[in-house]
């Protein structure tokens, strides 16, 4: 269900399946921070402006287009039931690069308000898991992202 809302999404727009890979993995990202920003039960502000700027260095984004990926990431995240569907198309679309990157984006939105809560760690660590990262690279990317 959560894999058709976002092919309807990216349906919407009228362009190349590149494009379409870009866009899912963009949104994909974004709900996967947001997830670890309210993971601990209150996304402070920090980690909202963290999960913008992440998001505008990594995939060249205008305010606008991370205006509307958040939006469109957070109904995501709400209507999710569990990662694996976020892990899935990242399994799917991103490089091992691709997904250490997004470990070490996800550290650094926990970090953001400058404490770091076990459940932001439990999430970042299970979303490795899930994509077939080894422990070295979670520890790395923790490290990285420090």
Sequence with gaps: MLLEKLKSLLSDAASPQVAHTDRALELTCAA?????ARSDFA?????QDAIGQLLA????????????????????????TCLFGFTRTLNEAASVEQKRTLLKMMWRVAMADNHLDRYEEHLIRKVAELLYLPHTDFMSAKQQAL
């Design 32 to 36: 996967l921070m947001y997830e670890v």
């Design 43 to 47: 996304v402070e502000p920090a980690e």
């Design 57 to 80: 260095e990594a995939f060249a984004l205008s305010p606008e287009e991370v205006t509307e990926i958040t939006a469109h990431a957070i109904a995501q995240a709400d209507a999710a």
